[in-house]
């Protein structure tokens, strides 16, 4: 399957009458390997390839896909797509289009410095099995019986054609580990996990430095069971650690700013937004806010250089000195709003549509430090990291409970917290925010959305920040 | 596609596994998405994929792959024989059940009227899109699926089998004003009981009956999880009571059989066989032969679900849930009770009406504390009537509280499985009425 099949798919598609139509051949491998408790559960391995077609008919949308490697099982697939997209055309009261894009020639292929197959399988189980060992280490009147961890390795190759003259072929590595932590003491428990992901070879490893990170959380884990004290209520201020400050952008920000959510089409899955097409230019939240959205960062988990629809990449800013800047976009929405998409549209497998979805969503930082965040506090919380989340489908009412998360009083932090909640809607958020530190981090995660639904890899990250005076109860 | 089974068990035995087991699934999916009134997209998928796994040397290894020529699976039987050489040894393994086996007929698992919609599809969308205006709505949105399934196992055993199957889903939420939405859903094996015009009223009357806003403050209310709320409650389960999920932590189940875990009033049946279930399935991935588990009974939890390696660990019998690594569940039934709906309501002093929830989220899943958004339709009843819609509301609360708060299940159970990834199992429910849960509203 190669670029020659995609373009004669496109090709055979638009003899049947189709206005526009696209290929994108996919191949995804994965090697996962699994340690629970100790012990290795399972080695996996994971090979999707297939082909998918889009079709403008009629006004109307198709998407087909296969997995099938025969010609003539591809043609039915696109026969069946242009004759269901004919059908549906009558219940179009405005037609789909699609916005009018330079066509482009591109090819991005990345190498690991240390390929997944030069590193022997033992040596990755036993990296996993020595991070059990590790977090076993830590225990002491506090246990940690239950210790999930993964081990991925992905491969994706892409070739993209469209009717408009796009080609395109990319071969992106990741490499992700993921774990999951409960400790347990007394009867009471306390749970923490994390996602560690970028877009490169197994050299990644060794820089990541995974035995600090899980030693230095189970430590957290422990000190959280036996020390962390109950927290203040009443109106608090708040200094947000990067895990949680990512989150936020990602969630409060990235997903109510993807134009097919303000635009209703994702209405009776993922949901709405709060924000309208007219809200933007207007101001969101304080000046000092800044929210990237940027593909292209170097390494992220969510890189790439074109995105599914043959749009080039390129850094977004949602939010800029406080005010709605720009949304993302796919080539439908782009040309609903009267402008060119801005390259946001992503698909997980051969077998999903793209959808417009982010890619590395991050506050820019500011000039504070993590210190003088803090001095200027006369009672707060510092929320290091979350164990629990959630927003509600408009994104305007969320909710984030910490785990590390330590008092402050009179400018200095005193001792850790139990699960204080920051639950504030968007707008207060924003307006909120008075102060942004100079760090930055990134976490990855895999963020899911559709129907059927499907998982891209992303980065969420932010420096520390602080919000005033919000009530906690 | 029996020959690509026997060809992988041929290869992988050649190749040194000491035993082997194959899937292979073809699925032809018609699937329209709609919103604003309109279709959004008409997606066809036909794929088929080959689950292989091997054992060799007490080693578990798997992969699935979505490439079926002859040479992409001897290379891949090659990487999994080459990888049980450089991992250790699964600490329950346990070797695939013997067969052959005789496997129960599932009747009304296929439907060649779904396998044979294609663009008819369109059809049954506008029709619900059409009753959710009539009945007042002012703009639908949803997806319906029509999916058709064929599964052919084979073990190394002396297991083969194979089913077939169709399911027809569809999901609807429909709006008015703005941002008040309601939602109706309906999905089976089978034409029977669909209805589309049905989960577009369904639809609109909820988002109607929360369109006028009350005022409520957060805390404590007496609660009526309508049907799609008490499923996405009730299929947890699928994951709490998954000997592989308890395992590693992610389950309030942990350590609780033979205890108390919900209001005496549950029980909650795992059932491959339920008529019309959309998981119906007559035998698990290792080959045995499928049947009802009683997860919990009169509130009592009595056992996790297991396939051979969890059931090795717990010293105890396959619950016939195999997952080839780790087990599932099939259909979720939570048994109904006496009352209907509306006597539920009527009885109900002051509470609240939830019609469906979402973005569930664990603070700590060993200790059940969670919180979910609230969506399509959240209604204040005051001396049994239906005051109006509450807007803003976070629930917050522990699962076993919850279950412990059981005090009433209506009559008339239904199936629900749709919305993403918040109802994965399918579950059957009645409504259930809790003596109070919390809730929680953001500054």
């Keep these: ?473 | 596609m029996s020959h690509i089974a026997e060809l992988i068990i041929d290869e992988a035995l050649k190749c040194g596994a000491d035993e082997v087991q194959t899937k292979i699934m073809s699925r032809k999916v018609n699937q329209v998405r709609f919103s604003n009134n309109e279709i959004s997209a008409v997606l066809t998928l036909n794929e088929k994929t080959a689950q292989i796994y091997v054992a060799k040397d007490e080693r578990a290894l798997v992969a699935e792959i979505a490439n079926l020529q002859e040479n992409e699976i001897k290379s891949t039987i090659k990487s999994l024989i080459s990888m049980a050489k450089s991992i250790k040894p699964h600490e329950s393994y346990s070797p695939l059940p013997e067969g052959p086996f005789k496997y129960r007929e599932i009747p009304d698992s296929y439907d060649p009227k779904i396998a044979e919609l294609n663009e008819k599809t369109v059809e049954l969308v506008e029709e619900a899109i059409n009753a959710a205006l009539q009945e007042g709505a002012k703009r639908s949105a949803g997806t319906l699926y029509a999916m058709e399934d064929e599964i052919i196992l084979k073990t190394s055993r002396n297991v083969e089998s194979s089913h077939k199957a169709t399911s027809i889903i569809l999901y609807v939420r429909s709006f008015v004003n703005g941002e008040i939405s309601g939602q109706g859903v309906s999905c089976g094996r089978t034409l029977k009981n669909f209805n589309a015009g049905q989960a577009g009223v369904e639809a609109a009357q909820d988002a109607i009956a929360s369109s006028k806003v009350v005022k409520l403050s957060p805390g404590k209310y007496e609660t009526l999880l309508d049907y799609s709320a008490a499923a996405v409650l009730i299929s947890l389960m699928a994951q709490m009571g998954n000997a592989f999920y308890v395992d590693s932590g992610l389950s309030c189940m942990i350590g609780k059989i033979n205890e108390k875990v919900a209001s005496e009033k549950v029980t909650i049946i795992d059932n491959p066989h339920t008529p019309d279930g959309l998981n119906t399935m007559p035998f698990d991935d290792e080959g045995n032969p499928t049947k009802p588990t009683t997860l919990i009974e009169n509130g009592i939890l009595k056992t996790y679900l297991h396939n051979r390696l969890t059931a090795k660990k717990y010293k105890t019998e396959t619950t016939a849930n195999a997952g080839i690594i780790h087990p599932r569940a099939w259909n979720i039934n939570l048994m109904p009770g006496e009352p209907t709906k509306e006597e539920q309501i009527q009885e109900m002093k002051e509470g609240i009406i939830v019609k469906n929830m979402g973005y569930v989220r664990f603070t700590d899943y060993a200790a059940g504390d969670f919180s979910a958004v609230l969506r399509d339709g959240i209604l204040y009843v005051k001396n049994g009537e239906i005051k109006g819609g509450i807007k803003g509301f976070r629930l917050a609360d522990n699962y076993i509280n919850i279950l412990k708060g059981i005090q009433s299940l209506s009559r008339e159970p239904r199936q629900i499985f749709h919305w993403w990834m918040e109802t994965e199992t399918p579950t059957i429910t009645p409504t259930i009425k809790v003596t109070q849960i919390n809730y929680t509203k953001p500054t």
């Design chain 1, 1 to 473: 399957m190669d670029l020659d099949l995609a373009q004669r798919a496109v090709d055979y598609a638009l003899n049947l009458g189709a206005r526009y139509a696209e290929a994108r051949i996919q191949n995804d491998w994965e090697h996962t390997f699994i340690v629970k408790n100790g012990n290795i559960e399972a080695g996996a391995i994971t090979k999707y390839m297939g082909i998918s077609i889009r079709v403008l008919v009629s006004g109307a949308l198709g998407f087909t896909a296969t997995n099938s490697q025969e010609w003539n099982a591809i043609r039915e697939c696109i026969e069946e797509s242009v004759r269901q997209a004919k059908a549906s055309s009558k219940l179009m009261k405005k037609p789909i289009e699609f916005s009018q894009e330079k066509p482009i020639e591109k090819t991005c292929i990345i190498k690991p410095k240390k390929s997944f197959q030069s590193v022997d399988v033992s040596e990755k189980t036993e990296m996993l099995l020595d991070l059990d060992r590790i977090v076993r280490q830590q225990e002491n009147k506090v246990k940690i019986p239950m210790r999930l961890f993964f081990l991925r390795e992905l491969s994706t190759i892409k070739y993209y054609v469209n009717s408009d003259g796009t080609r395109y072929h990319s071969e992106i590595p990741r490499l992700s580990i993921y774990y999951y932590l409960t400790a347990m003491l007394n009867g009471d428990t306390e749970q923490y996990f994390q996602q560690l992901g970028e877009s490169r070879g197994y050299e990644a490893m060794k820089e990541w430095k995974p035995t600090e990170i899980v030693e230095n959380t189970s430590k957290m884990l422990v000190k959280v069971l036996t020390e962390a004290k109950p927290y203040p209520k009443g109106k608090l201020d708040f200094v947000l650690g990067p895990s949680v400050t990512g989150l936020i952008a990602h969630e409060s920000c990235g997903h109510p700013y993807e134009a097919d959510r303000i635009l209703g089409r994702e209405a009776a899955q993922a949901g709405e937004s709060f924000v309208k097409p007219e809200m933007l230019g207007s101001k969101i939240g304080s000046e000092i806010v800044t929210v990237v959205e940027d593909p292209t960062l170097p390494n992220s988990f969510g890189f790439y250089l074109v995105d599914d629809e043959g749009v080039p990449a390129r850094r977004r800013e949602l939010i800029k000195n406080g005010l709605i800047n720009e949304f993302l976009h796919n080539r439908a929405t782009a040309t609903t709003l009267n402008i060119n998409s801005n390259g946001a549209a992503r698909a997980e497998f051969y077998n999903r549509e793209p959808l417009i979805r982010m890619a590395n969503t991050y506050f820019e930082p500011g000039d504070y430090s993590l210190e003088e965040l803090i001095e200027d506090i006369k009672i707060g919380i510092y929320m290091k990291n979350y164990t629990e989340w959630n927003i509600d489908d408009r994104r305007y009412n969320m909710k984030y409970v910490g785990c590390e998360s330590y008092l402050i009083e009179g400018g200095e932090i005193k001792h850790l917290v139990r699960r204080p909640p920051l639950e504030i809607t968007t707008p207060k958020f924003y307006e909120k925010v008075d102060a942004i530190g100079d760090d930055l981090a990134f976490e990855a995660a895999i963020c899911g959305k559709g129907d059927p639904a499907q998982g891209v890899p992303v980065w969420i990250g932010g420096p520390h920040l602080r919000i005033r005076s919000v009530r906690v109860s």
